[in-house]
């Protein structure tokens, strides 16, 4: 993965990968749905919001574990947005 | 802004891909710690020998960075023409810790790393010469916007060979023309794994046992 701190549109501070295309997947959002949707976990957005944070120091002293469920988040939304385009 | 391409959105409904260009990039990561080496490079501490200064510069000795001066991709590095007459640039390659650990060898080293992030080591050399004749580096390299890290951290999965890679630095300049510098990673450089090692252990640097937390330097 390529990560990246980004700055959105309401000046939120966000972390993200760089998708194939170049746009940046928000790893947070993208690891709530990989919760939600892969896992079936009722409370995903806390669960994310704990070891995929916004904040880029946070989710390295998660370890691999943050590493990994980061992954699967830009995994999941790489495919649904494949899906979506299909 | 809301690419306005991408159908796919979170739970709270906010965006999930946004169009780089409607995103601001900052710095990848502000660490706690920046542990930070000189000589990496045989090619600059061959030039370091060539500098004049009234000590060696030792290869792979540690010194701190003050993460307050790191800047994002692109952002501007601000000239202090009042400290400085003579500021210089230098590309160099930062490992991204991902686990906390002390006395480990240097093959136990690479499991420590999460990532690779290339950084621009902005120095001031009138500066460094002056502090150099008491043996330190402080001052010249840790003046604000001194250190631009990124554009982004590559996880460590994606660099198998750490000794085999190609790095760019573009340098604008208001008024001279804008100056490439690239730059290889390759046999010369210095091995950062068992620098990891041997250089920044807590034993060994004196430094108390919170100095190799996860998401430093």
Known sequence: MRLVSFENSVGQGRIGAVAPDGRIVDLNSACVLYLRDVEGAEACARISDAIVPADMRGLFEGGDTSLEAARKGLTTCSIKQARCSE | ?217
């Open chain 2, 1 to 217: 802004m809301l690419d306005q391409a991408s159908p796919v959105l979170g739970v709270r409904g906010e965006p999930v891909f946004y169009a780089a260009e409607d995103v601001r990039l900052k710095a990848p990561i502000i660490p706690k710690k920046f542990f930070h080496t000189a000589g990496n490079f045989r090619e600059h501490h061959e030039e370091a020998t060539k500098a004049g200064f009234s000590h060696p510069v030792m290869p792979w000795i540690v010194f701190f960075q003050n993460v307050d001066a790191i800047i994002g991709h692109e952002e501007s590095v601000i000239y202090p023409e009042h400290l400085t007459q003579e500021l210089d640039y230098e590309l160099e390659l930062a490992v991204v810790l991902k686990k906390s650990g002390k006395h480990f060898s240097p093959e136990q080293a690479r499991s420590y790393v999460g990532g690779y992030v290339i950084f621009n080591d902005i120095t001031a050399r009138d500066i460094q010469r002056r502090e150099m004749k008491s043996g330190v580096f402080s001052f010249c390299k840790g003046i604000d916007t001194f250190c631009p890290l990124g554009p982004w951290i590559v996880t460590a999965d994606e660099i198998p060979d750490a000794h085999n890679l190609a790095m760019e630095l573009r340098v604008k300049r208001r008024g001279p023309p804008a100056v490439a510098l690239e730059q290889d990673v390759g046999e010369d450089s210095g091995d950062p794994f068992p620098l990891l090692a041997d250089g920044i252990q807590c034993g060994r640097c004196g430094f108390n046992r919170d100095s190799l937390r996860r998401g430093c330097f």
